[in-house]
């Protein structure tokens, strides 16, 4: 599809990747951007000036505001799952069940909720696009996020399973994985970092190329790439015996 006069919705929109995204579609032409929010409040006056966006409430965790705004936003050809948590949860500890929850709620139920309210729309408007922000986390877990990465397990699947029901109506359903942005949410985060705006870019490249998947970076590509091995190789330095 072509960006120049789409009409998308991007969730998380007013900061990191969401952010990126509303520029990136801004600058490639959309003629609407429906910046979509938990809390429109929160949002600064003249945050955004240009005349084609609009600030929408939507929560993943609220249905009744998921299904308020696609009552509103019924002319969006591309849909941006972007917003997203991480809580730091582990599987096992005493406090850790609450934190994974809530990861799952957000990213598989919460996403998928979004993605089950704009799909009639899609398809009413002659297809479209659906992008989910997903992460190199889908396919590897690290202590300290283990509850993060069976969330973004659970979204990979759940994209690729979508993909499939939403083929008869025409709509591309492509998955964007990276290792981490310069956003917020990796402000603790010493490692390598790629721009948000990169991710955005990448991701509505691969839109109007019809790309399925899209791995943003080397780290998400590197980590791709090892799960046709043994995993005892990827996972060597996390599982080697403590002197």
């Not at 986390?137 to 759940?158: H, I, Q």
């Not at 990448?202 to 998947?213: H, K, M, N, R, Y």
Request: negative net charge; charged residues 20%.
């Amino acid at each position: 599809m072509n960006i120049a006069g789409s009409v998308a919705l991007v969730t998380g929109a007013n900061r990191g990747i969401g952010r990126s995204f509303v520029d990136e579609l801004l600058e490639r032409g959309a003629a609407k951007v429906y910046a979509a929010v938990r809390r429109p409040e929160t949002v600064a006056e003249g945050e955004f000036t240009d005349p084609r966006v609009e600030v929408l409430r939507l929560d993943l965790l609220d249905e009744a505001s998921v299904t308020d705004a696609a009552a509103h936003a019924t002319d969006v050809t591309l849909l941006v799952n972007n917003a997203g948590i991480t809580t730091g949860a582990n599987l096992l500890g005493a406090d850790d069940l609450a934190g994974a929850r809530r990861e799952l709620d957000t990213h598989f139920w919460g996403t998928l909720g979004v993605i089950r309210a704009f799909a009639p729309t899609l398809a009413a408007n002659g297809g479209g696009a659906i992008v989910n922000i997903n992460s190199a986390l889908s396919w590897f877990s690290t202590n300290g996020a283990n509850g993060y990465a069976v969330a973004k397990a659970a979204e990979w699947a759940m994209t690729n399973g979508v993909r499939l029901e939403l083929v008869g109506q025409g709509t591309l359903v492509q998955g964007v994985h990276l290792g981490a942005a310069d956003t917020d949410m990796m402000a603790g985060y010493d490692g390598p970092k790629i721009t948000p705006r990169f991710v955005a870019a990448a991701s509505l490249d691969g839109v109007e190329a019809g790309a399925i998947e899209v791995l943003a970076d080397d780290w998400s590509r590197l980590v791709k790439a090892s799960l046709s091995k043994d995993p005892s190789e990827f996972y060597a330095e996390a599982l080697a015996p403590r002197a």
